[in-house]
Every structure is written in C-alpha cells, then in structure tokens.
C-alpha cells in the first residue's frame, strides 16, 4: 500500500494541509481557534414584558459587556398575538409553531454556533407543557446548554417527560438553585458534572443611598416597603395588604408602594383581580398608605425604584419558585428581606441575609416588618448582611460564571489528526473469533449476546481484501469471513440469513435485503482486490450463483450495494470479458433505477433519490457514478456527482467539519436530524468522494473525503475523538453528550475501511493507472484464472 505524499499531517475541520482553509461546497470557511465563541441565546426577549425576557436581555448585555470574545445571536420566543416588534435579533420563533422551530434550528446550525444556549420554562414553549422544545432541541447540532428556570418538586407526567428529554440532549444544564439541582440528580438522573449551579445575576450598585432616592419619589424620611413584579393571584399581595393596619399602627409614616402590571396570562380577570385588591385596601383603611405603581417598568427605572425602598417583600404563595430575579436585585443592593419560604428565598435569604415568614399568614409579616422597623440598628445590618450575600451574584460574577459554562459546552477547537500512522487491526482481531465476527461491544469488550451477523463480516472480509499487516494472519482471517459469508447462503430460498446466534444457530431463514446486497458487494470487492488468487476464484464463482437474486430487488440501498460489487467485478475483469454479463446487468438495471428515481424524487431543494435521508446515504450517488463510468453513460455520471454534491453539501456544518446525517432522521420526509451520527455515514462519505475523484479529477471530493476522515478524531459537532489508531478501534458515534463508548464491528470496520480509502485518495495521481487497489493486469490474470475449467472447481 502506498503511504501519504509528504508529511499528511490536517487541520481537522478544514479540508486543507498545513493550515490552509478551504471551502469544500460553499457556504462560510471554518473559524480558526482565535476566532470568538458564538453562542445562540433562545428565550422569551424584551420587549416583552415578563420576567424570563428581561433575564434573557441581561444574560445577552452582561456577556457582551464583559466576555466581548463570545459573540451572541438572539432567537426571540414570540407570541404573535402581542405584536411586538423586536430590533436586531437573529431570528423570532412563533412559540405555538412547530414549522418555525425547524426553520430556526436549521437557521441556527447554519449559523455556525458554537453553543446553543436555550432559556426554559414550561409556559413559552408551544404544545402541551411547551412540549415543542424537544422536536427543537433534536434538530440542534450545536452543544446545547439548558437553563431550567422551573424544577418541579411533582411535576405531572408530560412534564416529567419534557425535562428528561432536555437532560438527554443537554452538554450542560443550569440552575440557580441547590434545591433545582437536587431534584434533576434525584428524579431526572441527570449526572452531576452535567448540571450548574449559577445563582441569579444582579446589578453591582453602591450600598445605602435611600435617602437620595426616596427624594425622588417624594417620600423623603417616610419607611418604604416594596413588592414589584406581575401581579397574580399567587403573589401573595393580598396577605400583605392584611398586613399593613398592624405596621402602620406602630409607623404611621409607611408606605407599601406596588409596582407592576396586572399578569397579561389574566385576561380580562386580570382587572377584577387589580380591584379586588384595591377594594381590600381601602376596606382596611390603609388606601393611603399603598402606592401603586401599575406599569411594567425597564431594568433601570425599577433599580432606581428599588433603592428607595427599606423593606422588599415577597409574600409568595408558590413554595416551588426557583428564581426570583427581583428577590436578586434586592438582596444584591442590601434591602433587608420578607419573604414566605419558596425555594429562591430559602437558599438566597440564609445565614441572617433575610428573614423568612410561614406562607398565607398576615400576623407574621406584619410581625417581621415591625421587628426591622422598630430596630434600626437590625435593619441596617439586615440590609448589610444582603449587600454582602448580593456580592455574590452581582453580574461580573454571573457573566464569568455563565462564560465559563459556555465554554464547558463547546466543542474543542481545530486539532491536528496524522494520516500517516496505519491503524492497527488489534480491536478487529479482538472482535472475531473461530465462527466470525462479533456484531456489538460493550466499551471495548465483545458482547456475545447479540452474537454475529452478515453485514459486519461482509465488511470484515473487505478490509482483510486491502488491509497491510502480516500476510498469512490477514489470510486466515479472510478465510474465516468468507467461510461465514458463505454458509450464510440459504440454498433452499435462494437468499443469504444475516443474523447468527453466539452458539451458531441462525436466528432466520432470510436476511434483509440491504444484507445481502451488503455480501454481493463483498464478493465482488474480493474479486477485485484481494491478493490470493484462489479466493479471487471463490469469490467469482459465488458472485455469478448470487447475483441473479437481485434481478427481483427493487430497494435503492440493496441495489447500491449490489451495482458496487458488480463495478468491482467489471473493473477486475474487464469491461468486455463475457462472464460478467450478469454484472454488467446489474449496473444497467440499478444505473436505469436510480437515475429515474432521482428525477422522480427530487425538487428544487431536494436533489436526492428518495423523500427521507436514510443510512449509508451516500452509496446511491456512489453507485450511479460508478456504472456511469464504466458504462459511459454521462447522463448518470452527471447525476450522481450532483446528487452527491448535494448530500455532502447536506453533511458539511458551517464550521466547515462533516456533519453526518443522523440515525434519528429516519421517518422523516425532506428533513435531517443531526443525531445520533455513525462511522458508517463518514465512511460512505470518503469512499463516494474517492469514486467522484476518480471519476471527475475534481480536487474539491479529496478535500470533503479528507473531512469526513477528520470526523473520526475529534472533526465533528461535539469535538470528540471516536478512533484510536494503535488498536484500530472506534467508538460506535456521537450522540448529543458526546461519544458512544461502545465500540461495535460495524464502527471498528467503518474507521478502517475509510483509511484504506484515503491513503489511496492522497496516493493517487491524476495519470495513474486507475481508480482500484490492483491494476488492470491483475483483471486479466484473474480472467484467465476464471475460465470453464477452474471456474466450475469453485463454483456453489
């Protein structure tokens, strides 16, 4: 085998040598590792008047202003119906949508995000309990980051469901509580590196200016107590208005200033639930002493509203809340603190930062607040003791803690992958045994269970065909693979069985078609490329019994894999030689298929031979090449580079790495899902790629095969290296988390066979002989070995 021109040492993710970037298929080039972090944020945004939008505006200024290396794009979750209009966002998402999600998440993965970063809660998200986040988040390709705004201590079933699902596809999730991040390790099982604890940012303003701001509001030297939010039944305003006739019977001179607007989520009950509270005030005789303040206002008008206040009271009723943004800012700019025992309160309020009240119980905030009123030397040290707890979370702290998280999610940057070094074939040895090979690991270590099946030792026999490494060891194990292809054959139905048991029984009398198109192209690779003569014969003489099967297979994979064997054996042989008549017949009848089915299937933005991407997708443009050529028919050469250049346009994310279709795309029509991504895809890429080179002399098909080779180590959406090259192993892919440990026949087959492919990409000159691991001569000798006499000795 001929080793790599020069020194072969890539840039992962850039389809170029020693540092250069090159476009493969249009589209923006790969950023360098200097290059900023882009981050998509997905939350409800201003203007929208709410508590997570003004959240989601925070997180976005504080990185800008503090980590400008991290670049962010915002994707608003919209409401249609409150036509807001929102000014220089990325992309808006119709929440009750599920069209809008798709387009935002492909816009997304376009984009070249780095890290995905979404803002949750169960109420913004369309579906039932906003269930349309999770079709979201499977079409993410990017790392994704999940803040849980909500925890439930007993969330119902669909919810429960929800949060698993954002938990699976999440690389870190964060909450601001220690009781959220319990609750997701005990009843989520999610594992406790995944999950950040970050408490709520809050502004950074000096300590003790009351006085200054109460001037502006008119109450100078007056107490001022403070509740601010959107007002509901749940907030609890209502106790504290029960309250006030006990406080201002001892401080006359308080005020209970409210400030925010009636929930939208009310409706037109939101009036009567703003009167009812008016009404109650004025019942108690204590009207004059609330101020209303009925407007949402913008984060530095309620800053300034909030330093004029002593007192901030949350007489939440909802135990459950995680977060309060407002109990942040308070505490963060030493306000002493009345609150009922929710979930933020406990955690923020502990260690005398504040004082905690039982719920629905007027007598005990009135209690509270008249202990801090009638102890000045208290209040102020309540007050201190916040502003210390609010140094904490102030937003530097917040923005560095959020940049860190950030970059915990991303994938690893550009890293250098060598081709020179063969793999070894320890792991493929480790996989097989007397019978065959292993179908499945678990980690490293075979998994007898699942026993055994045609594809993989199709495969095995393929790569024993061109593997380097010591010649009567790579023979035995060849002869061990063909032995299993061959009993494999049934005579009695004319059909190979796939799958095996461990104690060699078949577990059914036929295999799937994809199977035995699978062992079809074995024997014809075998015939075209492996080194013992004898084999060459067997293999031949088996092809010719097999092949008639396939005039009666009409499914594109099957066919493929049928036409790809049939061109290895024309190529062998030679294209006249009259023994390959039924080969030649497969390639004019799978060629003639799939060209019509293309023409069928496709449409302006879809170029492609069927409604859904499967696996192995690019084998049918790879076939249709193949018998374009040898048949001279240009019009299926055409197609099939085309139709390739299509899908691997499809397999190139905007950083410029391969991106494989994932396994959770099946079922879906004119669509693609980033996860889970296989071996198998990356080497269907280098090997079409190696058939369109071979075919066009277009170096853009050696630079995608040189990609989709990097996705092995570490060139792919998660930056995690799935090949080890002294043992030739390679986990079974890359899921949302990261790498499958398992390392399976199919995978550990699929690294290999891609090597092969790609030394013979980079070793071929465009004035070499052709396109294949032995040359025209080999053909003919094999044809001369092949005639009546010696082939009938081998023939089933």
């Not at 009409?554 to 039924?582: C, I, K, N, Q």
Request: with cysteine; charged share 20%; proline share 6%.
């Amino acid at each position: 085998m001929s080793q790599v021109p020069d020194s072969s040492s890539f840039l992962l993710a850039t389809g170029a040598r020693h540092g250069e970037v090159v476009p493969l298929f249009g589209g923006e080039r790969p950023r360098r590792a200097n290059a900023p972090l882009r981050v998509a944020v997905i939350g409800t945004y201003l203007p929208r008047k709410c508590g997570l939008a003004t959240f989601t505006a925070d997180v976005v200024e504080q990185l800008r202003a503090h980590h400008p290396e991290i670049a962010v794009d915002v994707y608003a979750l919209d409401n249609p119906d409150q036509g807001l209009a929102y000014d220089g966002l990325a992309g808006v998402i119709s929440a009750g949508e599920a069209a809008d999600y798709a387009r935002v998440a492909r816009a997304i993965n376009e984009s070249g995000a780095d890290v995905v970063w979404i803002q949750h809660e169960f109420g913004i998200f369309g579906g039932a309990d906003g269930a349309l986040v999770c079709d979201f988040v499977d079409r993410l390709a990017a790392p994704l980051v999940v803040t849980l705004h909500t925890v439930l201590t007993h969330p119902s079933d669909n919810q429960r469901a929800i949060i698993d699902h954002l938990v699976r596809r999440a690389s870190q999730v964060m909450v601001m509580s220690r009781h959220g991040r319990e609750l997701l390790l005990r009843h989520h099982h999610a594992p406790a590196g995944l999950v950040a604890l970050i408490p709520h940012g809050a502004p950074d303003r000096p300590f003790g200016r009351e006085a200054a701001f109460k001037r502006q509001l008119g109450l100078a030297e007056r107490p001022v107590l403070m509740t601010f939010g959107l007002l509901g039944p749940g907030k609890g305003i209502d106790h504290m208005i029960e309250a006030l006739p006990a406080i201002v019977a001892r401080h006359p001179d308080v005020v209970y200033r409210v400030v925010g607007q009636v929930h939208p989520g009310l409706g037109a009950a939101g009036g009567s639930y703003r009167d009812s509270l008016h009404a109650l005030a004025d019942r108690l005789g204590v009207a004059g002493h609330v101020l209303w303040e009925e407007r949402f206002l913008d984060t530095p008008e309620l800053l300034d509203q909030l330093e004029a206040c002593d007192i901030y009271v949350t007489p939440y009723l909802n135990l459950q809340q995680s977060t309060s943004g407002t109990l942040s800012y308070a505490v963060a700019l030493g306000k002493a603190v009345v609150s009922t025992p929710y979930v933020h309160a406990r955690e923020l309020l502990a260690e005398d930062a504040g004082i905690l009240v039982e719920p629905d119980s007027p007598d005990a905030l009135s209690a509270a607040i008249n202990r801090l009123l009638d102890d000045p030397a208290l209040l102020v040290a309540t007050k201190r003791q916040a502003y210390a707890r609010g140094r904490e979370t102030i937003w530097p702290e917040f923005a560095a803690a959020s940049a860190d998280l950030v970059r915990r999610a991303a994938s690893p940057r550009l890293r250098e992958a060598p081709l020179t070094a063969t793999p070894g074939l320890t792991a493929v040895f480790a996989m097989s045994d007397g019978t065959g090979m292993l179908q499945h690991g678990i980690g490293p270590v075979p998994d007898r269970r699942h026993g055994y099946c045609l594809d993989d030792n199709a495969r095995a026999l393929m790569l024993m065909n061109v593997a380097t490494g010591p010649a009567q060891e790579l023979h035995s194990r060849a002869l061990t693979y063909a032995s299993f292809l061959q009993h494999a054959w049934n005579p009695d139905v004319r059909r190979f069985r796939n799958f095996m048991a461990f104690d060699r029984a078949w577990c059914e009398d036929i295999g799937s078609d994809d199977s035995n198109g699978r062992a079809l192209w074995a024997l014809g690779h075998t015939v075209e490329h492996q080194a013992d003569p004898a084999l060459r014969r067997w293999a031949l003489g088996w092809f010719d019994t097999v092949a008639p099967v396939f005039s009666a297979m009409d499914y594109p994979r099957t066919l493929a894999f049928a036409m790809l064997g049939s061109a290895a054996v024309v190529r062998a042989m030679g294209p006249d030689a009259e023994w390959h008549a039924e080969a030649r017949r497969i390639l004019e009848r799978g060629g003639d298929l799939l060209h019509r089915l293309l023409a069928t299937s496709r449409r302006p933005d879809w170029t492609w031979f069927e409604t859904m991407l499967g696996y192995d997708n690019p084998r049918l443009p790879q076939a249709l090449i193949e018998a374009g050529q040898l048949l001279q028919r240009a019009d299926w050469l055409d197609a099939g580079v085309e139709s390739l250049a299509w899908i691997a346009d499809r397999q190139r994310a905007a950083a410029g790495h391969f991106r494989p279709v994932g396994s959770e795309t099946f079922g879906h029509d004119f669509d693609a899902y980033p996860f889970d991504q296989q071996p198998l895809e990356a080497q269907a890429a280098v090997e079409a790629a190696w058939s369109a080179f071979v075919a066009t002399g277009d170096g853009r098909w050696r630079d995608h095969a040189r990609t989709a080779w990097r996705w092995y180590f570490g060139g792919n959406d998660r930056g995690v290296c799935l090949a080890d090259l002294a043992s030739g192993r390679c986990r079974d892919g890359v899921t949302p988390r990261g790498a499958n440990e398992n390392c399976g026949a199919e995978s550990i087959l699929a690294f290999q066979l891609a090597y092969y492919t790609l030394v013979r990409i980079e070793g071929l000159g465009l004035n070499s002989a052709g396109p294949h691991h032995r040359g025209s001569q080999e053909g003919r000798n094999l044809e001369s070995a092949s005639r009546p006499d010696s082939h009938t000795a081998t023939h089933p």
